[in-house]
T-cell receptor, first 110, second 117 residues
Framework: EDKVVQSPLSLVVHEGDTVTLNCSYEVTNFRSLLWYKQEKKAPTFLFMLTSSGIEKKSGRLSSILDKKELFSILNITATQTGDSAIYLCAVEEYGNKLVFGAGTILRVKS | DGGITQSPKYLFRKEGQNVTLSCEQNLNHDAMYWYRQDPGQGLRLIYYSQIVNDFQKGDIAEGYSVSREKKESFPLTVTSAQKNPTAFYLC????????????????FGSGTRLTVV
């Protein structure tokens, strides 16, 4: 059975801290791994990762994929209260299928 | 602007009632999906449709039904057979065959929060 496991399930940090969110997966027909940020409603796209070892960066957020060990991490440096959200990891399989993890709830305290 | 519209935003259902959640997209996407989100369980796939007049069950289809009579529309009916329907429901759409390295372009609606009263 295809599965995506995220850890930790929830995390509370102070502004300025650096956080690392983890995502491991077991899927049949891997195409890519996606990270989303969900605040109150629709998830918004952060990164798409297809190749091992190539870091994607966007401001204070960065992510990398290890296809040999079947995991990805999402790093957020110098966290701000606006980073508080649910971070979802999903794996795209060929054929449009998208398998989601349970998400990590991040709360950044001021 | 192109996007997905879900309605209503909030819905209250009495036990034993069927209710229908609306999802409309103007992105010209072929594929559409319904997900259910519960705390601690992420997004779980209820039904999906890759083409008009065709749809498949996802992981948790029991107690739900869908139709896909038009490309733009994919309504979800929560039937009385769904024993625990209180949840947040997200509709999504995507392209079918993007080039290599390009995501399927999943776009999500803003969701409907359904509560049984």
């Amino acid at each position: 059975e295809d599965k995506v496991v995220q850890s930790p399930l929830s995390l509370v940090v102070h502004e300025g801290d650096t956080v690392t969110l983890n995502c491991s997966y077991e899927v049949t027909n891997f195409r890519s791994l996606l990270w989303y940020k969900q605040e109150k409603k629709a998830p918004t796209f952060l990164f798409m990762l297809t190749s091992s070892g190539i870091e994607k960066k966007s401001g204070r957020l960065s992510s990398i994929l290890d296809k040999k060990e079947l995991f990805s991490i999402l790093n957020i440096t110098a966290t701000q209260t606006g980073d508080s959200a649910i971070y979802l990891c999903a794996v795209e399989e060929y054929g449009n299928k998208l398998v989601f993890g349970a998400g990590t709830i991040l709360r950044v305290k001021s | 602007d192109g996007g997905i519209t879900q309605s209503p935003k909030y819905l209250f259902r009495k036990e034993g009632q069927n209710v229908t959640l609306s999802c409309e997209q103007n992105l010209n996407h072929d594929a559409m999906y319904w997900y259910r989100q519960d705390p601690g369980q992420g997004l779980r796939l209820i039904y999906y449709s890759q083409i008009v007049n065709d749809f498949q069950k996802g992981d948790i289809a029991e107690g739900y039904s869908v139709s896909r009579e038009k490309k733009e529309s994919f309504p979800l009916t929560v039937t009385s057979a769904q024993k625990n329907p209180t949840a947040f429901y997200l509709c999504a759409s995507s392209t079918q065959r993007p080039p290599a390295g390009i995501p399927y372009g999943y776009t999500f609606g803003s969701g409907t929060r359904l509560t049984v009263v």
